[in-house]
């Protein structure tokens, strides 16, 4: 569950810092930089939103950058476990943690909100498909709609199979269909239309696969459908495809010709109004939108190389940005406690973990003490550079040198466990002990019998 929080922590905010930079570029000219790097831009949003693209760029870091180890300090442990020695201090940075019954609540609302965006888009779009083929009547191939549309893709090196047809469901052209595309023309109101400057326009959607893009930012919407920096995108993708459409199309055209494409524009105007535009291109337009588009289509110029390098350092800042926020993000992001017996409960003297209690080694009983020192039983430590408590024998010589017993935990549970397995020989009672000496012999655990029993099987494999 920590992967699956942390990934969707940093899709998110790598995206909504692409989508704010999209916001502050409101604030400069629709002049400066050409629409189809704006759309571009809102294209790396959505890519944003999906592809973990900060986690990929910090997986080789490792092969670069010398490992260095943090530590953070155990919730509810007694400072003098932390003052080990003079010269040990830890990091006062707390590690942020969710509960698995917190984690999972969580993740379950997410879920159920991604089904339940996924189920209505879907619904959504079926019934729009329906409406649309309930109306339709093919358009008969010697119209002059189909002519244009084959020489268009000619022209264009366009090979693929698109329908045309007619519906009464829709009021201007629109482009439908990722696996079958469709351009739908109105039944009426195309006399004052130039059905060229028509068919060249929904062909460019289907060449930049608009319809595509489109179709993911949806994904990216029912991925992140608590973000509303998500549905602020899907809007400006719509507006930016439409414009830089129009700057496609128009590029090559005498200041005569765009004025008859704004004239086309005119007379489709609010022809989509009140229908699904997340699931069509289409030439219509209405309001501010189609004053900007107009504007913007009649100013069309040739790039000049200072505009290309401005508006490709844009997009590449907007990346690096957008990344760089969400491998931050990912630091941050609170970590899941899937192991509940890992936690410390207690203070002072006395603490559990792992589901056992501890002692501070001065609270054990002299018998304990002295048992403990004499058997060399190793107690439990907090060091920098661990994330948990570690056992004597876990640390490195250097880090068992500047310990000492005193500091450690043991738990009074094991040491009776090893008091009752355990059995002392002397001299006296074995004279090849020598004198002055002991010997302890264990009793085997099951669970270490099995492993010797596992490992003399492998052995004997081995020598066969």
């Known amino acids: 569950m920590s992967k699956l929080l942390e990934l969707l922590v940093s899709l998110s905010v790598a995206g909504s810092t692409a989508v704010a930079c999209i916001l502050l570029l409101r604030l400069i000219s629709p002049g400066v930089f050409p629409s189809k790097w704006r759309y571009a831009i809102g294209k790396m949003a959505i890519g944003l939103y ?16 010398p490992k260095q180890t943090t530590t953070v300090p155990i919730p509810e442990l007694p400072s003098s476990v932390h003052e080990i020695q003079p010269g040990l201090s830890t990091v006062a940075i707390p590690e942020l943690n969710l509960s698995a019954d917190v984690a999972l609540v969580f993740l379950s609302i997410w879920g159920t909100g991604v089904f339940a965006f996924a189920i209505w888009q879907v619904y959504c779009y079926r019934r729009f498909i329906k409406k649309l083929q309930q109306t339709r009547s093919p358009v008969p191939e010697n119209s002059e709609a189909a002519k244009q549309l084959t020489m268009m893709k000619e022209v264009l090196g366009m090979q693929g199979n698109v329908r045309l047809a007619h519906s009464s469901a829709v009021r201007s052209p629109i482009l ?19 059905i060229t400057m028509v068919i060249h326009h929904e062909l460019i959607h289907l060449k930049r696969k608009d319809l ?23 809007k400006d993708i719509h507006t930016w495809s439409e414009l830089s459409c129009d700057e496609e199309v128009v590029k090559e055209m005498s200041y005569t010709e765009r004025k008859r494409y704004g004239e086309t524009l005119l007379n489709v105007m609010t022809g989509s109004r009140g229908m699904p535009a997340r699931f069509f291109a289409s030439l219509s337009s209405e309001g501010k939108q189609l004053k900007r588009r107009l504007t913007l289509m009649l100013n069309v110029k040739k790039l000049k190389k200072h505009t290309i390098i401005m508006s490709a350092a844009a997009v590449i800042a907007v990346g690096i940005i957008g990344t760089s926020t969400a491998a931050w993000a990912a630091k941050i992001t609170p970590k899941v406690n899937t192991d509940t017996n890992q936690t410390i409960e207690g203070t002072g003297d006395s603490i559990r973990y792992d589901g056992v209690q501890f002692l501070k080694y001065s609270a054990l009983t002299p018998d304990e003490q002295k048992f403990v020192t004499e058997k060399g039983i190793g107690g439990l430590y907090a060091l920098e550079g661990h994330e948990r408590l570690m056992h004597f024998t876990e640390l490195t010589p250097d880090e068992q040198r500047q310990l000492t017993k005193e500091d450690g935990y043991y738990s009074p549970e094991s040491i009776a466990r090893i008091k009752e397995s355990s059995v002392t020989i002397t001299h006296q009672e074995d004279p090849s002990i020598p004198l002055g000496t002991s010997m302890t012999i264990r009793s085997v655990t099951p669970e270490e019998r099995a492993v010797f029993k596992k490992r003399e099987e492998e052995a004997r494999a081995g020598d066969q």
């Open 50 to 65: 999906l592809l973990p693209v900060a986690l990929v760029m910090q997986w080789p870091l490792p092969f670069f950058i």
């Open 176 to 194: 439908v269909g990722l696996w079958r595309p469709t351009i739908y023309l109105p039944m009426e109101n195309l006399a004052n239309v130039d």
């Open 212 to 234: 595509w893009v489109k179709a993911i930012t949806l994904a990216a919407s029912a991925l992140h459908w608590f973000n509303p920096l998500v549905y602020i995108l899907r």
